[in-house]
């Protein structure tokens, strides 16, 4: 860390899967990058993991309620992000698969591995899930239009090369630069004046998180209803067997 950036690591156990214990980690990350004095920041994960999504092994079991508070829990972690007033470059140094995709989309600038085994993309389409609003409403803005089918209805998970044609991820660094490029990127940021730079945030991102707050009780239910429906379950506890 200095004055201009601050790295933001996620280091939450295998994978950094989405435990409520890295959420809690991400949003005190996020508390404390907003205090302190960096003007941007980079968000990265450890070795060669970004996170490869919500815990399944974790919340496989949860009933309807236990279920309501966790996803509440990461959509408010993640609204915590897509708020920041301070500009964020995600360096996703490995697999950012489904909700291990989300924090990287909160952000202003995406750099990914460029490395053929990666992965990344929202694949709950093909579990036999949906995608509420905290991942919806900000993936409208962070893609082109004509990239929002593949992407959300199709679930496909998408190799470099092909996530930056489709406007998943802006750059592509190789695993030896990423951490050098999100840091060069964030500086560029930081250079600009601040007041300006958390009013345009704040103008841009304003009305998208008036509408995730509008329909979040509803939208919630909506995606709990898939969660358990029988198709999801089968494929969500294959799944988690294959993890075991």
């Not at 899967?17 to 941007?40: K, N, Q, W």
């Amino acid at each position: 860390m200095d004055d201009d950036v601050c790295v933001l690591r996620l280091e939450g156990g295998k994978a950094n899967a989405m435990t409520p214990d890295l959420l809690d980690s991400l949003e005190r990350m996020i508390d404390g990058f907003e205090r302190g004095p960096a003007a941007a920041a980079v968000l990265t994960g450890y070795e060669r993991f970004f996170s490869g999504g919500l815990a399944l092994t974790h919340i496989i079991d949860f009933d309807a309620a236990q279920m309501r508070r966790y996803i509440e829990h990461f959509a408010r972690v993640m609204t915590r992000v897509f708020a920041c007033p301070k500009p964020i470059v995600p360096a996703v140094n490995g697999h950012a698969i489904a909700g291990g995709c989300v924090p990287s989309l909160m952000c202003d600038w995406r750099i990914l591995i460029d490395d053929p085994g990666v992965r990344i993309g929202l694949n709950e389409a093909q579990l036999g899930l949906g995608l509420p609003a905290i991942i919806l409403e900000p993936l409208r803005v962070a893609v082109p239009p004509t990239s929002l089918a593949s992407i959300a209805l199709e679930g496909t998970l998408f190799a470099p090369g092909a996530a930056l044609a489709i406007g998943l991820v802006h750059d592509l660094a190789p695993a030896g630069d990423l951490l050098a490029r999100a840091t060069a990127k964030a500086k560029s940021f930081a250079a600009l004046p601040s007041s300006g730079v958390s009013q345009i945030k704040h103008a841009l991102r304003a009305p998208i998180l008036a509408t995730i707050a509008r329909t979040a009780d509803a939208d919630t239910a909506r995606w709990l209803e898939t969660w358990f429906s029988p198709a999801a379950q089968a494929r969500l506890r294959a799944t988690v067997a294959k993890l075991r």
